[in-house]
């Protein structure tokens, strides 16, 4: 980005035109990121709690005032039940030194218990590292070559606008761009085609263009000879899934599967751009495997502009163990604190403690993250939340729904403010964040606060205390091959460095399994007593998964990404909610007939875990049995206070623990 600034104020926010990956273009959001720094209802000072939790009534206080208290609070339950104190956070910043390095250092000081931060990605990666050893992929920049692109699970228009400029690229030079999506996404609209499948059968689809891959040989042997294991088992499973058998389970023409098998099979230039929204089920990982096994079958790795990418994380370098110091943990590496999964944290703040589950949760640190609209199940959440005897601190930029609820609000500091160093999983740069102005009011970096805590409680551990300088030195491990040449001396004169890969990485293997091949047989999996082959598993919450729940509850929701939102970010940016305007539930005409319901009615969307109310808009978007509710609005903001996870669940998915936010069913009626 590039931050115009007047009189300490950020007035105007670009994209930097010499950047390769953003190419001067920036999305609809953080276009709008000088608005957000600047909000009149910022948090500029620390606040306690003065009513109820959940009223949102705070008074402000110093800074002493405020780490004094939670250094009080949060050393008397260290004392004698460290793991009943539980951080919460997730991609609030994704930055290495603002994101989970002070603050990880300083729960593992403590004994605290661990989160497992899982609530986004975590059953796509899970299945990567059973496949490739790591979320690695192409290359973003090469999409623009190819000549046939599968955009599945995937909106970019609205979430991975440099991707699209890639497409778009491509599509100009006659490529063919497929959309596979449950939903008519603005996306799905601008490709050649869309495939209309149930939600959460997406690695039956994979399975099935496998079957007809390899019934009519159209396969690269000698790559398969070369750079895969287990393919005689995968070949076995696949000629299970006729795509007479994929057509019924996805709900699709047959035929459709056959002539997608062939499009993709016809050149080694096929590129396929997966996202999260197809693993956000409870066969997520491995729908994740089956799809990313496809371009190793073709051979298209062989090309830069083939392949598959769903995220290029694991090309970077980053040294976690110096960044997060585990070492800090009293007894490690022989005692390892309890772990609990982020999407079930509903359940963690309502669970009484017992031997089994470990203590009860006396204090949550929450950064990062807004969980009481962002989490499964959020009746529950908010449930947890409420309980008179949990401490609760919030860092947070604004009063969001979960600040509602905190004992102590903490102000933090946004991009601009602070210093930081990135990744990206959608390309294959490292970044220097170097702040643009000041700090709004009295607002602190995570860094500073959680040493501001540490040093309140006497903490004597010298990680604790290392400057944002020092963390950001560590981000990385500058010595390896991708980073010849870069420290954070230069990575903060250039601004960024790309990482240095091949242009097709995976042409001759080189894959991060055991093996070092593609492994379609997953040894590591088999050890853990499940499937080493990829399988489609139907979803919980489906006509196959659950006959009876669907008979109550015969509609399948998905909530994905409103387009000016990001998740819970931005929903408080008043020139973007109104482009929203207000919570909407899309529903094909014949659900809408058969419950009597007229576009623009306000509807009631219900299921066993909660209901919620938006406005109607019969549209043939929906596949006829869906229903979408594009999200996550923060729930004081929507006109009945509340949002889509009053009715999604904690259950997790089959690798990775991640969340099943599209594996949900419902009933609609009107109001």
Wanted: proline letters at 6%; a negative charge; charged letters at 20%.
């Amino acid at each position: 980005m590039r931050v115009t600034v007047e009189d300490g104020r950020a007035i105007k926010v670009t994209a930097d035109p010499d950047h390769p990956p953003t190419q001067g273009a920036l999305c609809t959001k953080v276009s709008r990121y000088a608005e957000r720094v600047h909000h009149p209802k910022r948090l500029t000072t620390p606040m306690k709690r003065v009513g109820p939790k959940g009223e949102g009534r705070f008074e402000p206080i110093s800074w002493d005032e405020a780490l004094t208290l939670a250094a009080s609070r949060l050393s008397e339950i260290a004392s004698r039940a460290p793991e009943a104190i539980v951080p919460y956070s997730y991609a609030g910043t994704m930055g290495f030194v603002q994101g989970d390095s002070i603050a990880q250092r300083f729960f593992h000081a403590l004994g605290a218990s661990q989160l497992d931060r899982t609530i986004c990605a975590a059953a796509g990666a899970a299945g990567l590292k059973y496949t490739y050893g790591s979320s690695i992929g192409m290359l973003n920049e090469f999409f623009a070559e190819s000549e046939v692109i599968l955009i599945w699970g995937a909106n970019p228009i609205a979430s991975n606008l440099h991707f699209w400029t890639r497409a778009q690229a491509a599509k100009r030079n006659g490529a063919q761009l497929i959309a596979i999506d449950p939903y008519r996404s603005l996306t799905a609209e601008k490709c050649h085609q869309h495939i209309a499948l149930k939600p959460g059968t997406d690695g039956a689809l994979a399975l099935g263009m496998m079957n007809v891959l390899i019934s009519e040989d159209v396969l690269d042997h000698a790559y398969i000879a070369d750079h895969t294991l287990g393919f005689d088992g995968l070949k076995a499973r696949a000629l299970t899934y006729s795509p007479a058998r994929v057509a019924e389970i996805c709900g699709i023409e047959a035929q459709t599967v056959i002539d997608l098998a062939r499009l993709y099979g016809s050149t080694k230039k096929a590129a396929i751009r997966m996202n999260y929204g197809m693993q956000r089920v409870r066969g997520g990982g491995n729908a994740a495997r089956a799809i990313a096994c496809l371009p190793s079958l073709t051979g298209a790795w062989r090309e830069r502009a083939g392949g598959v990418l769903l995220s290029s994380s694991g090309w970077a370098p980053v040294d976690t163990h110096a960044l997060q110091r585990p070492d800090l943990m009293p007894g490690w590496p022989a005692r390892q604190p309890r772990v609990i999964n982020m999407n079930q944290i509903g359940d963690a703040l309502t669970h009484p403690g017992d031997d089994a589950f470990g203590p009860k949760v006396e204090a949550i640190v929450v950064y990062n993250s807004n969980p009481v609209a962002v989490a499964p199940d959020s009746e529950r959440v908010a449930e947890g939340f409420a309980r008179d005897d949990l401490f609760t601190i919030v860092l947070e930029h604004f009063q969001t729904d979960t600040a509602d609820y905190a004992d102590l609000l903490l102000p933090a500091t946004t991009q601009l403010e602070h210093l930081d160093v990135h990744k990206s999983y959608g390309h294959t740069h490292v970044m220097a964040n170097l702040p643009a102005i000041s700090p709004v009011g009295d607002a602190r970096p995570n860094t500073e606060i959680f040493r501001g805590i540490a040093r309140s409680m006497g903490l004597q551990h010298p990680a604790l205390y290392e400057s944002d300088e020092e963390v950001a030195a560590h981000a990385f491990r500058w010595d390896d091959d991708a980073l010849q040449g870069v420290d954070w001396a230069t990575l903060k004169e250039n601004r960024w460095a790309r990482l240095n890969l091949p242009d097709a990485p995976l042409a001759n293997g080189a894959f991060r399994t055991p093996s070092g091949k593609c492994e379609f047989f997953s040894e590591r999996l088999a050890q853990q007593g499940l499937d080493p082959l990829p399988d489609y598993l139907a979803p919980y919450e489906s006509a196959d998964g659950s006959p009876e729940l669907a008979a109550r509850y015969p509609l399948a929701m998905i909530s994905p990404p409103a387009r000016n939102f990001l998740n819970s970010t931005f929903v408080n940016v008043e020139s973007l909610r109104s482009t929203e305007g207000e919570p909407h539930l899309d529903i094909h005409p014949t659900d809408a007939f058969d419950r009597q319901i007229a576009n623009g009615q306000i509807v009631r969307i219900f299921n066993d875990r909660g209901s919620m109310q938006a406005r109607a808009r019969v549209t043939d978007k929906a596949r006829e049995g869906l229903v979408v509710g594009l999200s996550i609005w923060w729930k004081k903001l929507a006109p009945d206070g509340r949002n889509a996870n009053q009715v999604t669940s904690q259950a997790l998915t089959d690798l990775g623990g991640s969340a099943t936010f599209y594996d949900c069913l419902v009933e609609v009626e009107s109001v």
